[in-house]
C-alpha cells in the first residue's frame, strides 16, 4: 500500500540507493548527475566498456558495470551487485534504448528484434528483479523511459513506436499489481532530446523543421527529463502512479 506522510517540499532522494540502465550516456548519464546532487548511491548498467569510470567520473562512490542489458546474466550481476554492496534497491530508472529507423516496408527482423529485446524485454525483466525485492522491501520506484512515439505516430519509427506503446502499458500493468507493495511504477514520454545522439540525429534543416512543430519551439535538454525522474521518485509523488508523463514542449496535443 501507497503510505502518506508529510509531502516532502524538498523533493529529498537522500539516501536511496538506485539502479539506471543506459547509465554512461545520454538522458541516463544526465539522471546519475542529479542523482548525485540529491544524494543518491547509484549502480549504473551500460554497455560501454567505460562505464566504471563514466560513473565515478559523475560521483567517485558510484559504481559502473559494462555489459549488454539483454542479456540475464548481466541483469542478474547488476541487481546482485547493488544487494551486496548497499543491501536494498530503492530506484530504478530503466533508460537504455535503441531507435533503428526505417520504411515499414523495408524493417528487418534484425532491426525489430533487436528494439524490442533492448526497449522493452530488457525493461521487463530489469523490473522483474528490482521488483521482487522492492516487494520484499515493500516500498520502491520504477521508471521506464517510454518517448512521445509511444503515443503518437512517427514516420519510419514503427519499431520504436510499437516497443515504447508497450512500455507505457507495462507500466500501467506493474503499477496495478505491485502497488499493493508500496512499489509505485511510472513512465516518461520526452520528445527529441538534446544528448549527443539527439544532437546528431536532428542536426540541420530536419531539426529545426521539428522544433516548429513544438509549441514550445525547442527540443529537451537530459537535464529537464532527469529533473521529471528525480520529482517521480521524491516522496512529493506519492501518490503517482500508473503514469505517463510526456515532457515534449506540447508536441502530441497537436
Excluded at 554492496?85 to 532491426?111: H, M, P, W, Y
Excluded at 533487436?114 to 522493452?120: A, E
Excluded at 507500466?171 to 505491485?178: K, P, R
Excluded at 502497488?179 to 511504477?185: A, F, K, L, N, S
Aim: with cysteine.
Amino acid at each position: 500500500m501507497l503510505k502518506y506522510g508529510e509531502v516532502d517540499k524538498n523533493f529529498s532522494l537522500e539516501g536511496k540507493v538506485a539502479i539506471i540502465t543506459g547509465a554512461a550516456a545520454g538522458i541516463g548519464k544526465a539522471t546519475a548527475a542529479f542523482f548525485a546532487q540529491k544524494g543518491v548511491q547509484v549502480v549504473g548498467a551500460d554497455l560501454n566498456p567505460r562505464s566504471e569510470d563514466i560513473l565515478r567520473g559523475i560521483h567517485p562512490d558510484f559504481s559502473g558495470m559494462s555489459g549488454d542489458i539483454t542479456d540475464a546474466g548481466f541483469r542478474r550481476r547488476v541487481v546482485e551487485k547493488t544487494m551486496a554492496r548497499f543491501g536494498k534497491i530503492d530506484i530504478l530508472v530503466n533508460s537504455a534504448g535503441i531507435a533503428l529507423l526505417d520504411k515499414a516496408e523495408d524493417l528487418t527482423e534484425i532491426q525489430w528484434d533487436r528494439t524490442m529485446d533492448l526497449n522493452l524485454k530488457a525493461s521487463f525483466f530489469m523490473a522483474q528483479l528490482a521488483g521482487r525485492q522492492m516487494m520484499l522491501q515493500q516500498d520502491g520506484i520504477i521508471i521506464n523511459l517510454a518517448s512521445q512515439a509511444g503515443v503518437i505516430a512517427l514516420d519510419l519509427h514503427a519499431a520504436y513506436c510499437a516497443s515504447k506503446a508497450a512500455i507505457i502499458g507495462m507500466t500501467q500493468v506493474l503499477a496495478g499489481e505491485w502497488g499493493r507493495y508500496g512499489i509505485r511504477v511510472n513512465a516518461i514520454s520526452p520528445t527529441v532530446v538534446m544528448t549527443e545522439l539527439g544532437k546528431n540525429a536532428w542536426a540541420g534543416q530536419r531539426g529545426e523543421d521539428m522544433k516548429a512543430k513544438i509549441p514550445a519551439g525547442r527540443f529537451a535538454e537530459p537535464d529537464e527529463i532527469a529533473a521529471c525522474i528525480a520529482f517521480l521518485c521524491s516522496d512529493a509523488a506519492g501518490m503517482v502512479t500508473g503514469t505517463n508523463l510526456l515532457v515534449d514542449g506540447g508536441y502530441t496535443i497537436q
